[in-house]
Each structure stands twice: as C-alpha cells, then as structure tokens.
T-cell receptor
Framework: SQQGEEDPQALSIQEGENATMNCSYK?????LQWYRQNSGRGLVHLIL?????REKHSGRLRVTLDTSKKSSSLLITASRAADTASYFC??????????FGAGTTVTVRA | DGGITQSPKYLFRKEGQNVTLSCEQN?????MYWYRQDPGQGLRLIYY???????QKGDIAEGYSVSREKKESFPLTVTSAQKNPTAFYLC??????????????FGQGTRLTVV
C-alpha cells in the first residue's frame, strides 16, 4: 500500500482560481515533499516541508503540514493554464525511503 | 550538464525475457530510487539504495533486481518473474548527507512494453 493518499483524485478549475489538494500519510516522517508531473515526463520537485515546520511558501505555492493528523495540503494560488499537471505528495522517513501517493490531476481551464 | 539520465526512452520486451533499464546520475548523489508508474496511477517504490553496494526492497520488489556497484549507476533488471511488467519506470536520486534536504531529481523515464 502507498504511504500517501491525495485528495481529490482530480480537480478542474478556472484560470485565476485557487487549487487546493490534500495528502494523508500513515507513518512517522522526516519531511514531506510535493512534486509535479506533466504527462509522460519525470517529476519535478516543488517544495519540501520538514516535520517540525507547519507552513511553507514558495511563489504561488503554500504548503501546510499537520503531523498530529498525518496530513498536508498544497495550495496553488491564481492558477494558470500552465499549472495543468498531476501533483504528488511524497514522504521521507528516517531510512531515506521516499514514498509517493497516487496523485491529484489538476486541469486549469482558460 | 548535471542530471539524471535514463535509457532507453522506450523498450519492448518479449514475454519471458529479462531486460535491464539504465539509470545514471552525475549529481554526486548517494541515494537512488526506482519507481513504477501505471497509467493514471501514482509511483510505487521498487528498490532504493542509500550508498554503494547496498540497497533495500521497496513496496513492489518481486520480479525485479538491482545492483549498485558505482555511485553514479543504479540499473534495474525486470525479470521474467515479473508478471505484469508493462509500465513507465522512473529513476530518481537525492543527497543522503542531510535528510532534511532530500529533494529528489528524476530522470525522464523508460516506457517498457511487453509484446
């Protein structure tokens, strides 16, 4: 079974709107990361949040982490058509195991 | 340029054959990973290696084998024991020294098809 589970599985929004996706995980982690994948390509790292951090920002991205609930959220503000992609959360445990969830497919309509 | 390279991009295999997927990185990363991705699905971890000459099974290691003889290279062999090998395979690497900064870099993937 996968460590992380994203919700929703798919999201369709209008350009300019915000997109929020959530990730839940099962075991203790060292850090949690979010990645983006364009169709048929490799993944690109977006942002990393350590287990002792609660919120992090990077440009239009905002990530929160609640270790008591074993959950994280990714917010993309003012979405653009170029944000259309699949987004994955990934957890890193203390043995360097990097595990991914099933992903959220985001479609931004022009 | 620094990066992680997977080859080939497309690979066709006959049933019953073993095939080896290549993954090379020149980022001086210690940790390397292999994932399998099925259509519309997330990434499932096959094997990972923290240092040379050492590797651990991931969540779906059955039917796969790896080696880590050099820091730069982490080839994956898909054996005939893997019942459903058709998938998109992704390799990644990351620094090991400071686990708090373990951003992973991915190759562009190998699409394996059994014919």
């Amino acid at each position: 079974s996968q460590q992380g589970e994203e919700d929703p599985q798919a999201l369709s929004i209008q350009e300019g709107e915000n997109a929020t996706m959530n990730c839940s995980y099962k075991t203790s982690i060292n850090n949690l990361q979010w990645y983006r994948q364009n169709s048929g390509r490799g993944l690109v790292h977006l942002i990393l949040i350590r287990s002792n951090e609660r919120e992090k920002h990077s440009g239009r991205l905002r990530v929160t982490l609640d270790t008591s609930k074993k959950s994280s959220s990714l917010l993309i503000t003012a979405s653009r058509a170029a944000d259309t992609a699949s987004y994955f959360c990934a957890t890193v445990t203390n043995d360097y195991k990097l595990s991914f969830g099933a992903g959220t497919t985001v479609t931004v309509r022009a | 340029d620094g990066g992680i390279t997977q080859s080939p991009k497309y690979l066709f295999r006959k049933e019953g054959q073993n095939v080896t997927l290549s993954c090379e990185q020149n980022l001086n990363h210690d940790a390397m990973y292999w994932y399998r991705q099925d259509p519309g699905q997330g990434l499932r971890l096959i094997y990972y290696s923290q240092i040379v000459n050492d590797f651990q099974k991931g969540d779906i290691a059955e039917g796969y084998s790896v080696s880590r003889e050099k820091k730069e290279s982490f080839p994956l062999t898909v054996t005939s024991a893997q019942k459903n090998p058709t998938a998109f395979y992704l390799c990644a690497s990351s620094l090991r020294g400071n686990i708090g900064n373990t951003e992973a870099f991915f190759g562009q993937g190998t699409r394996l098809t059994v014919v």
